[in-house]
C-alpha cells in the first residue's frame, strides 16, 4: 500500500517569543502560513517493523536524526502499532531555509501513517504528537493560516490571507535553528512585532494592516551572522515588494505583493542576484 502527502513550506508573518521556559523551550507567539511549495512524501507499508527513509536530497540523513524518521516512532510508540514503513521524499523546499521543510516532512508521515493504518487520530491528536518531535510540527499538521501560541502547540486556525503574491529567496547560507535560539537574549530585544494588529489585519482582510505588522524577533540575531538576510530584504523591498521580512530562524526573506503584475518584477529582478528565488502563493493545505 502506498500513501502520498504533500508537505507545504511555512513562512512566519509575524513570529515573536516571550520568554524562555525552565526546560529550555521557548514560549512563542506567531502568525504563520503556508505556501504552495511542497515536498512530496510517499509511504509504503513494509513486511518488517523497520523504519527506512530515502529521500533525493543529499544534505538530509535517512536514521533517527530525520524529523520524519522521528515522526513514525512517535506514533508507533503512541499507538502500540508494531508495522515498518518506508518513506520517500521528494524535496522541492530549501534544507535548513526557516521555511519549515523538515518539520512539515514529519507533519505529512503523520497525516499519512493515519490514513495508511487506520489509526483514526483527529488532528489536534497528531498535532500533540508532532510537538514531541519540533516545535513547528504542530503548526505544519495544520499547515493553513492560524496563531501560533504556548510552545507551539496551541494552532488557532484565522481566516485566509487576502489575495497576495509571495517571493522567497535563501542566500546562499544554511542556517542552524538551535544556534540561533541558543543566542536570544530576552532582556535585549529592543522591538516585539505587533502580533494583536496583525491578527486584526488578517480578521479585517486589511493590506495595509497586514503589512505595517508583521515582524521577526529573530530577524536581527541571524542577520548580525549573515548580512546576506538584509542585502536580500533591502532588494526586495527596492524592486516593489509591499513588506519584506526573515521567515523563521532564517535565512531565507520574502517579500509580498498584493499584485502578480508586481511580484513577477520582483521575481524576475531578484533572480540576477540570488540563485534560489521562489514565487508562490499562500495556500491552506485542505485546498489544494
Not at 183 to 203: F, K, S, T
Not at 211 to 238: D, H, S, W
Request: with cysteine; proline share 6%; aromatic share 6%.
Amino acid at each position: 500500500m502506498q500513501i502520498v502527502e504533500k508537505a507545504p513550506a511555512k513562512i512566519n508573518l509575524g513570529l515573536d517569543t516571550l520568554f524562555e521556559h525552565p526546560n529550555g523551550d521557548k514560549e512563542w507567539d506567531m502568525v504563520m502560513t503556508s505556501v504552495d511549495l511542497a515536498d512530496y512524501v510517499m509511504l509504503e507499508s513494509l513486511h518488517t517493523n523497520r523504519i527506512e527513509v530515502v529521500t533525493d536530497s543529499g544534505f538530509l540523513p535517512n536514521d533517527r536524526r530525520n524529523l520524519a524518521f522521528q515522526a513514525v516512532s512517535v506514533l508507533k510508540r503512541y499507538c502500540h502499532v508494531d508495522r515498518g514503513v518506508r518513506i520517500k521524499i521528494r524535496k522541492a523546499i530549501p534544507v535548513a531555509a526557516g521555511l519549515g521543510g523538515g518539520s512539515s516532512d514529519a507533519a505529512a508521515v503523520l497525516r499519512g501513517l493515519n490514513r495508511m493504518w487506520n489509526l483514526h487520530l483527529d488532528l489536534a491528536t497528531l498535532a500533540r504528537l508532532g510537538l514531541q518531535v519540533d516545535s513547528d510540527v504542530p503548526y505544519c499538521v495544520y499547515s493553513q493560516t492560524a496563531h501560533v501560541t504556548g510552545k507551539g502547540d496551541v494552532v488557532t486556525p484565522l481566516p485566509k490571507l487576502p489575495p497576495m503574491w509571495i517571493i522567497l529567496a535563501k542566500p546562499k547560507v544554511s542556517v542552524s535553528t538551535p544556534n540561533i535560539l541558543r543566542q536570544v537574549n530576552y532582556e535585549r530585544i529592543d522591538q516585539h512585532p505587533n502580533i494583536e494588529a496583525l491578527l486584526a489585519g488578517i480578521q479585517q482582510q486589511d493590506f495595509a494592516e497586514i503589512f505595517a505588522n508583521m515582524g521577526n524577533v529573530l530577524e536581527p540575531i541571524t542577520a548580525k551572522r549573515y548580512p546576506e538576510i538584509l542585502q536580500i530584504k533591502r532588494q526586495l523591498l527596492t524592486f516593489g515588494a509591499d513588506a519584506a521580512q526573515m521567515s523563521g530562524t532564517g535565512p531565507t526573506v520574502f517579500g509580498v505583493c498584493r499584485k502578480q503584475s508586481r511580484a513577477q518584477r520582483v521575481y524576475n529582478s531578484l533572480k540576477g542576484f540570488c540563485r534560489e528565488v521562489y514565487l508562490v502563493r499562500p495556500v491552506n493545505l485542505n485546498e489544494y
